[in-house]
């Protein structure tokens, strides 16, 4: 049994969940607020950052990569053709740079300044830097989307999956940072098709329906979010 200590719309938490039920892991969820830095989630990683993963009586895991290798080392081998890191050496490497550039390049550059300002600044108190939404951070956000998309647009138009022929974490460490900026409306769907058919096929995955359900508090998803058919 995994204990996950995360926060929903932390882009790398969501990536984790995510894998977790592709895999059909049973776990408990823990949501924290990392800017409080409670005492509970420094006692398992001393960055005070999510994710966190706990196996049993087990050490904590910490970060979403050092999540997703053990995850793959622990489960990846028992579960055949659904394992989600490729088994060419090529393969891996390719599936490890895009999940690098989803949840580091592309979270830096876009998702986190998009989910910080709109999202986490609604409950953070302003010593921790909550408050009114950094109107200059959302404009580099903005403008800064157009040149992932039209990347991510390349891939998806080239391959069958994000990373390669077969479904694998890039895939979803992709979908998670999306999905985060995808209910605030963020994402420009209209101007890159290959991603928005990419997306439909993960979104359709059983598990994305738990984020597909979840809200933030006084702010509604946009139509597009929990929609199949967007």
Known sequence: MYTLY???????SRFIRLI???????????????????????????????PVLV?????PICGPLPIMEYLDETRGYAVGDRRLMPDHPEARAEC??????????????????LVRERIYKQTMPKS?????PDSAALRVARANIHHHMKYFGYLAASRRWIAGERLSFADFALAA????????????WAAEENVKNWYARVK????????????????????TYADLDF
């Open 6 to 12: 995360h926060h929903p719309f932390s882009p790398s």
């Open 55 to 59: 196996e049993n009586e087990g050490p």
């Open 96 to 113: 490890r740079r895009i999940v690098d550039w989803a949840l580091t390049k592309f979270d830096n550059e876009v998702v986190g300044h």
């Open 20 to 50: 977790l039920r592709e895999y059909g892991a049973e776990f408990e969820e823990k949501p924290m607020n990392p800017w409080e830095r409670p005492q509970e989630l420094l006692l398992l990683n001393p960055a005070g950052t999510v």
């Open 177 to 188: 940072e999306i999905s985060s900026v995808d209910y605030l409306g963020e994402v420009p």
């Open 204 to 223: 359709s995955r059983p598990c994305m329906r738990p984020l597909l359900l979840e809200k933030v508090l006084g702010m509604p998803a946009s139509s």
């Open 128 to 132: 921790a830097g909550g408050g009114e």
